[in-house]
Antibody, heavy 122, light 110 residues
Framework: DVQLVESGGGLVQPGGSLRLSCVVS????????MHWVRRAPGRGLVWVSR????????HYADSVKGRFTISRDNAKNTLYLQMNSLRAEDTAIYYC???????????????WGQGTPVTVSS | QSALTQPASVSGSPGQSITVSCTGT?????????VSWYQEHPGKAPKLIIY???KRPSGVSTRFSGSKSGNTASLTISGLLPEDEADYHC??????????FGGGTRLTVL
């Protein structure tokens, strides 16, 4: 079975940093684009970032560009999101999700983790 | 990267059909046939039900269908069932090589 398990969330002060991890199993990790998506309290889903199977192509939402870095370790079947200069508006549950093999750029997401909460507050 | 626009809520009775709209711009929905729809029940992970505007992943009911006209995509659910009550989210690939979601629509089955 395909599984995605996020970790690394928590409480951090404004301006601080966190690194989220997403360990996957049940599929060939290197064969898929991977994404981070977040949901602020009471709000809808917001796409954050994506990385291709080899890790060499990354893209970011304007709201996180220059502050967040997505990466992956295919040997460890793990996706990361390094979050720096965190702001109150980054408070959300962060989900990792797998891009499908059959859509351009893995733009459709067919498996999601359960999420890890991030709270940015002093 | 403004969010796609969806109605906050829609409702319908069992057996009826409903349509959820998703409006974007020429930089996202209008530029690609790469619209996806997700069904989300409370406490569960989102489930992909439509991709590439009108394609269904294996195992998704044929009662779900998608379409697009210009900058607006639509999800139609026919023969409403009580278990269709959920939140529905659209997304689109963009000219910036990013992905953008809509705000989500709550479907109530009366």
């Amino acid at each position: 079975d395909v599984q995605l398990v996020e970790s690394g969330g928590g409480l951090v002060q404004p301006g601080g940093s966190l690194r989220l991890s997403c360990v996957v199993s049940g599929f060939t990790f290197s064969g898929h684009w991977m994404h981070w998506v977040r949901r602020a309290p009471g709000r809808g889903l917001v796409w954050v970032s994506r990385v291709n199977g080899g890790g060499g192509s990354t893209h970011y939402a304007d709201s996180v560009k220059g502050r967040f870095t997505i990466s992956r370790d295919n040997a460890k079947n793990t996706l990361y999101l390094q979050m720096n200069s965190l702001r109150a508006e980054d408070t959300a549950i962060y989900y990792c999700a797998r891009g499908t093999e059959y859509t351009y750029g893995g733009s459709a997401l067919d498996y999601w983790g359960q999420g890890t909460p991030v709270t940015v507050s002093s | 990267q403004s969010a796609l626009t969806q109605p906050a809520s829609v409702s319908g009775s069992p057996g009826q059909s409903i349509t959820v709209s998703c409006t974007g711009t020429g930089s996202d929905i209008g530029s690609y046939n790469l619209v996806s729809w997700y069904q989300e029940h409370p406490g569960k992970a989102p489930k992909l039900i439509i991709y590439d505007v009108n394609k269904r992943p294996s195992g998704v009911s044929t009662r779900f269908s998608g379409s697009k006209s210009g900058n607006t995509a639509s999800l139609t659910i026919s023969g409403l069932l009580p278990e269709d009550e959920a939140d529905y989210h659209c997304s689109s690939y963009t000219l910036s090589s990013t992905v953008v979601f809509g705000g989500g629509t709550r479907l109530t089955v009366l």
